[in-house]
């Protein structure tokens, strides 16, 4: 193999090649076991603000990360030099660091016969042929609906239009090799709104693995002005008990703690609120948790996970009932069980909704608080309890009143998911988490 001299993208081809050549190396080397990974991500992204141009950032990054394992000590170096020099200097690297660690009895790569087979075609590589022009011209196409829609819409943060594109090459001394490529694409848009002095700031997005799926740049902005108009006159309200519904961007990370706390690593160090929850009732009878790892075009579907595992569906919460956890082989070995292909994380979590569109989530609330967004990080992973700012509006017989800032919602989380009310159909298909309006029928909201 030559070096590598130019900073051309490499494709799937070439990344395998150098996995192969990192695993020969650490085999030479007398390593045990041995697992690489090679990566490669191009894109661009632009910003404009008030119609001009305030960023432009290319991207072109790669790396190759080597673990070896040797009497059961691990090492691992990495490298963004793709030459085979560079790669055989690394490997060194993670067989010295491998003689320097303690000894672990669970360390090492996922059993052989775990390993992905077959290679589905998960739809994920949809390319976007934009250069910096179209995507100016595009991002202040998007400020500018935002900015004419409402004349109370009196500044901006910017219009952000991005496209990446990213290859990912995975081996182990099992004989695994496997690569993908995957594309992502974002329009973005940031708008403030001011009434009577006091300003309001919002966003909309849109995002999607093809381009031909995203919302329109001009929508984009619209959308961002309607909800930073939405918010001017908020207002703070008394300290009370009421029922609150998450909007699916907020109540996918609601559902999102509960996933953490049943990871394999929370679990062996003994660190999570739903520790040996496995056959526990987490949930009402209606919810239930499914993975999709092979859904076409979705944000977190891969044919394997981060240890060549290959993956497949399982339902991880049925009817209110948790199932099992979220697991390595690593976290699974620590726990006497087997790997759920989970190296890297869950992979397209749905929760189904139950028939209801957001607005007749509303209508059955009758009085009660919508949160559209959370502020800090008060949630404690060990004993559930949770605390978070939150801004929305308030709702009384039904309708939107008027919004809201400046309030705290709390509870604890075992407890709150046992009063999760109702789910919606409005799936929000941007994240790993599919997940329409959560309807909690009772929190504390702390206010003035």
């Given at each position: ?175 695994f090799v496997g690569s993908y490529s995957k594309t992502s694409h974002s329009i973005t848009c940031v708008l403030l709104a001011e009434a009577d002095g006091v300003m309001q700031r919002d966003y909309h997005y ?206 604890n989380l075992r407890e709150l998911y046992q009063r999760i009310a109702a789910i919606g159909d409005d799936q929000d298909l941007r994240s790993g988490i599919r997940c329409g309006s959560i309807l909690v029928d ?7």
């Amino acid at each position: 193999m030559g070096r590598i001299t130019k900073r051309e993208s490499l494709g799937r081809a070439e990344l395998e090649s150098l996995v192969t050549l990192a695993l020969d190396e650490a085999k030479q080397r007398g390593a045990d076991q041995a697992e690489a990974a090679a990566s490669q991500d191009t894109g661009l992204s632009a910003t404009a603000r008030l119609g001009e141009v305030e960023s432009i950032e290319y991207t072109n990054d790669r790396g190759i990360g080597i673990t070896v394992f040797k009497d059961s000590r691990k090492g691992n170096a990495s490298t963004s030099d793709m030459s085979p020099e560079a790669i055989r200097e690394a490997v060194a690297k993670a067989c010295t660091f491998a003689t320097l660690t303690a000894q672990d009895e669970y360390a090492g790569l996922a059993d052989a016969d775990l390993m992905c087979r077959d290679f589905p075609d998960l739809d994920l590589d949809h390319p976007w042929t934009l250069d910096a022009d179209a995507a100016i011209a595009m991002a202040i196409e998007a400020e500018a609906a935002g900015l004419k829609s409402d004349k109370r819409v009196s500044n901006s943060e910017g219009g952000t239009v991005s496209t990446n594109r990213g290859t990912r090459a995975y081996g182990n001394s099992h004989g695994f090799v496997g690569s993908y490529s995957k594309t992502s694409h974002s329009i973005t848009c940031v708008l403030l709104a001011e009434a009577d002095g006091v300003m309001q700031r919002d966003y909309h997005y849109t995002s999607s693995r093809s381009a031909e799926d995203l919302e329109a740049a001009a929508d984009v902005g619209r959308h961002a002005a309607a909800k930073t108009v939405g918010r001017l006159g908020a207002r703070k309200i008394e300290t009370t008990r009421a029922p609150v519904l998450y909007i699916p961007e907020v109540a996918r990370g609601f559902m999102g703690h509960a996933i953490r706390a049943i990871a394999g690593g929370a679990q062996y160090r003994r660190s999570s609120f739903l520790l040996d929850a496995v056959g526990e009732k987490l949930f009402p009878d209606f919810v239930n948790i499914q993975e999709r790892p092979h859904l076409a075009r979705a944000m977190a579907s891969v044919p394997y996970d981060a240890e060549g595992v290959a993956t497949y569906d399982r339902d991880i919460v049925v009817e209110g009932v948790l199932q099992g956890y979220v697991l390595s082989s690593y976290s699974a070995r620590r726990l006497g069980l087997t790997t759920t292909a989970n190296a890297g994380g869950a992979q397209n979590l749905i929760i189904p909704g139950g028939g209801k569109s957001q607005e007749e989530l509303i209508a059955q609330m009758g009085t009660g608080l919508i949160v559209q967004e959370l502020i800090g990080q008060g949630v404690n992973g060990v004993t559930g309890d949770y605390s978070r700012g939150a801004v929305g509006h308030w709702v009384e017989n039904g309708e939107i009143a008027f919004p809201v800032h400046e309030v705290t919602i709390a509870g604890n989380l075992r407890e709150l998911y046992q009063r999760i009310a109702a789910i919606g159909d409005d799936q929000d298909l941007r994240s790993g988490i599919r997940c329409g309006s959560i309807l909690v029928d009772e929190m504390t909201i702390a206010g003035a």
